[in-house]
């Protein structure tokens, strides 16, 4: 029996359950003449995918109504009628968010479960470390014993853009929402300071304590009034990658805080939004860049991983309220 | 007898002629070994030196209180012991508010009184034709074709970038505050449309209108609710040059707005603060081409001058209320 989730309504502010259908079918998949039937394994639930499930904020053509979700998925091929897949095989893409789908096995890229688990293609080897990798480095060009400031420092991106951070010999400060996450930020992932910004009352002040020498580089998955805290330690030449913006996501108000400009002005600072996607030709590098940094035990990495096909939605839905630390991935 | 306009008070808001000071001194100035001996001609005035007189927010190190303002000057030296320099020349630079001054030559530029009217040399082949041109080019980087759409469009920079624009095949929308100032960009300036923003009422949807394929360059002189407008029609790979906020330099409380981050995201859009000093290694060549447009007439330019040093403050404090057409400059 195949499963899918589609989108049954655009949410209105926070993502309900109720904005996600199931639908059944008991029918067996067919495969046409150089196509593959995959199995799904695990997928990955984004922040990004909310812009996605508006009509008109969306990053990238939104989601249809009715129509299944999709993300990045790691499938098992169980049946193949193209020569570049074999039965067995593991491939990465963006796939629906079915149980089992077909395939033209276009923009899928297979992966070998012998070098790194199966989930981290969906992370730290996937879309979540290439964002970190090549946000930091394209957009932040970071030199070393500058200072580079995280926000969702504790989520999948931020938890491995602080450490490439320390790799490249920079002081890192980490922002996030419990003690135990800054904990797990300095002990296993080796960020110099960790800012709890549920339980600070100042955090420009803060911001400005834990950056005595300013703030060089600001890697923002945020926004809202988090990164307005950030914007008075910025230093002259400062570079502020923007992300994500999860504090926003959900707002059913155009959000407003302190205007940008003039500290842009003040510092010949740079501000600049960043989509993976805008740097493909450079994927293959990161990759390898990655691959050797995690293979080395340099690069570590997080994962929440909720159980069950029937829990994406919710596993999608926990993301805004920072349930998970590191990467979330639902495993079939 | 030497006069000199000094800073009494740093403005709370809108500057006052009683933040300024004047002072009378009757010794005749003298001059050592390897100095000039000063005349001021021509004093510019800029929104800039308004960051300046505050403590905090400025831009470059504030003004001392209690000591001469400066600004850019062009000045004719009328006595000098400095082998580089001949009594009646013509200089340029950065120089105080004083009718005579002594200098020891460094940092002035001779400027050429038969190549185009000395008050020139403080806009359109000075800082303001500098700030335009490499603003728009190394922030910029318009490509013939693409919208380019300019706020304080009447202003000293504003009117260049304008036409600097259209010289580079780019459709150019400005933003300008009479109606009489729009047809002087459309009919004198060549700019396609000018927006009125203080009859407009929707500014969100007359930008949308004025740019129907979209705003591809903002050059943003003026920060606060215009340019919060002008961030729902800008483009992917978008390019917003932050070169001032005249609507915010007065402000007393905290600027806010519309937050940007969401719209830098969505359209990988670059926002970057713009300060000309740090573009110095290419202003020879900028000043070639600059003066090349203006000499084939390519290039016009507006000026208003206002005569007498001892208006010099007004002249600065009417900048705020868009008194000036173009360029504002003091003549003695």
Do not use: H
């Not at 969306?58 to 299944?68: A, G, H, K, M, R």
């Not at 969906?122 to 090549?134: E, S």
């Not at 970071?142 to 491995?160: C, F, Q």
């Amino acid at each position: 029996m195949n499963q899918t989730i589609l989108l049954k309504s655009r949410p209105e502010g926070t993502p309900q359950l109720s904005n996600f259908e199931f639908q059944k079918q008991d029918e067996t998949l067919q495969i046409s003449e150089g196509e593959l039937l995959l199995e799904t394994k695990y997928i990955s639930v984004d922040p990004y995918l909310r812009g996605r499930m508006s009509d008109a904020k969306s990053y990238v053509p939104p989601f249809q109504l009715n129509e299944p979700i999709s993300s990045g998925v790691v499938a098992k091929v169980i049946a193949t009628k193209n020569d570049n897949f074999k039965e067995g095989d593991y491939v990465s893409g963006s796939l629906a968010w079915k149980t089992q789908q077909v395939s033209s096995g276009e923009g899928l890229t297979k992966v070998n479960a012998d070098l790194a688990p199966l989930s981290a293609y969906l992370g730290v080897l996937g879309m979540t470390g290439l964002t970190a990798f090549l946000g930091l480095q394209e957009i932040g060009k970071p030199k070393a014993g500058e200072t580079l400031l995280v926000s969702g420092a504790a989520g999948a991106v931020g938890s491995v853009v602080g450490q490439i951070g320390k790799i490249l010999g920079l002081r890192v400060v980490g922002i996030a929402g419990t003690d135990e996450k800054g904990d797990m930020l300095k002990n296993d992932f080796g960020f110099d300071e960790v800012i709890n910004y549920k339980t600070t009352e100042d955090m420009t002040q803060a911001i400005k304590t834990a950056c005595p020498d300013g703030v060089d580089v600001y890697f923002d998955n945020v926004g809202g009034s988090i990164s307005d805290s950030a914007l008075f330690s910025i230093n002259r030449f400062a570079r502020l990658i923007i992300c994500g913006a999860i504090s926003v996501y959900n707002s059913t108000e155009l959000p407003t805080g302190v205007s940008v400009q003039p500290f842009l002005v003040k510092n010949s600072a740079l501000m600049q939004g960043f989509i993976v996607s805008n740097y493909a030709e450079k994927f293959p590098e990161a990759i390898k860049q990655l691959s050797e940094w995690v293979s080395k035990g340099e690069l570590k990495y997080k994962e929440t991983i909720v159980e069950g096909f029937e829990n994406t939605p919710q596993a999608f839905i926990d993301l805004f309220s920072g349930k998970n630390k590191g990467k979330m991935i639902v495993k079939m």
